[in-house]
């Protein structure tokens, strides 16, 4: 359980100090779930539900975080992820001040303000918990793939196919996976992590057993000892093949171009993750037809950007709807129509800047970047019918776009005129059987 105490403090007639006094007092059980949160994060989890249920007192007084701990730093850190990021991101706008904790005046404040010295000892338990990647690369005659399994601490398996669209080894396929691998695990949250591929050149390169006399090989080996220092623990281990078959199957159906399995994700990748030297010498056999398929490809697409960009920098200034928010929340411009002028005074008090940033406040308190029409349009575009888009209704695309943390006024309209003009979605639509008049 979680609690935290709303004190005033102010002066009093025949008090020579200012004087403390209890207002409200909120507590919550937590969840199994949020049990699992660092002290760290359940303390800034007791400011944000704090903050949400007491939002008028928030915002109409300066409030000061009285802990020993230093949340400060951490909502304005730039190296926040996951929860703490976005909670850090709903907390900055308020102007909360933390400052360490020193005399404990209010007995009401000592009651509840323990700083749960008891949960120190749980954590050292979920410390050992730790996951299991299997990794593997496949190369075949219609291209390479690389293929991985993830393994939770209690037994889930989410499993992910990368499909590689450049010239690589069989090696560099193994190189790949591991680098894939180890990229999806820092953004999973992960920790501590036991990799496990069946590759005896990987493992003894990046365990310094055995050497790099390839600068390829030497690339690929920096990258996965700089991804390392990511983690706090990490182990790479070498296994036999049968023991690595699912990882194997995934990379064999990702090489040789295979339907994506049920509950798999799958990911394409064009560009090497490492640069090295004389790459070009290297992929001087399979890259052969492509200087004669640049030419005509290559012309084309500066002269369409110049047609399409040329209004478009005479037409967004004018036209983005951001600029009057902006002038009005930097500067004070409201526009010369009175009805405008009063509508743009009641919208605005949903919007906030945030580093210079224009955010719009949503219904739920989350912040939400505002960003141009045009912009908004090509992000519906790629959700709609990009690599994983399932061209579904226009509100399910504007609700997936919100939720990612995204705002523009015309969205719904966006999306219906995406969907409108889609062929795929014009000619697979449900087809309506019913006449067009009674009989």
Partial sequence: MVSSALIVEREEEGHAFRVQRPVYF????????????????????????????????????PVTVVTSFPLGEVVRSHDATGRTAKWAL???????????????????????????????????????????????????????????????????HMRYMVRLHFPSSNNTAEYEALIN????????????????????????QVMKESGCHDTKMEAYCQEVRRLEDKFDGLELNHIPRRLNEAADTLAKAASSREPVPTGVFASDQHKPSVRYAGSEQADDGPSSPTPKADPPTVPPDPEVMELEEDPAMESDPPNDWRTLYLDYLLHDVLPTDKTEARRLTRRAKSFVLVEGELYKRSHIGILQLCIPGEQGKLLLSDIHGGACGHHAAPRTLVGNAFRQGFYWPTAVADAEQIVRTCEGCQYYARQTHLLAQAL
């Fill in 26 to 61: 909120i507590s919550e059980v937590l969840s199994d779930s949020k049990t699992r949160y660092s002290q760290i994060q359940k303390l800034l989890y007791t400011v944000l539900i704090t903050k949400r249920k007491l939002r008028h007192y928030f915002e109409s007084h």
């Fill in 90 to 156: 709903e907390l900055m706008d308020q102007g909360i001040s933390y400052v360490p904790r020193t005399a404990i005046k209010s007995q009401a404040l000592a009651d509840f303000i323990a700083e749960w010295t008891e949960v120190q000892m749980p954590p050292a338990a979920v410390d050992q918990e730790y996951w299991i990647m299997y990794f593997d690369g496949s190369l075949m005659k219609k291209g390479a793939g690389a293929g991985l399994v993830f393994v939770s601490p209690l037994g889930v």
């Fill in 181 to 204: 691998g180890l990229r999806i695990a820092i953004e999973l949250g992960i920790r501590r992590l036991d990799v496990r591929g069946d590759s005896q050149l990987v493992v003894n």
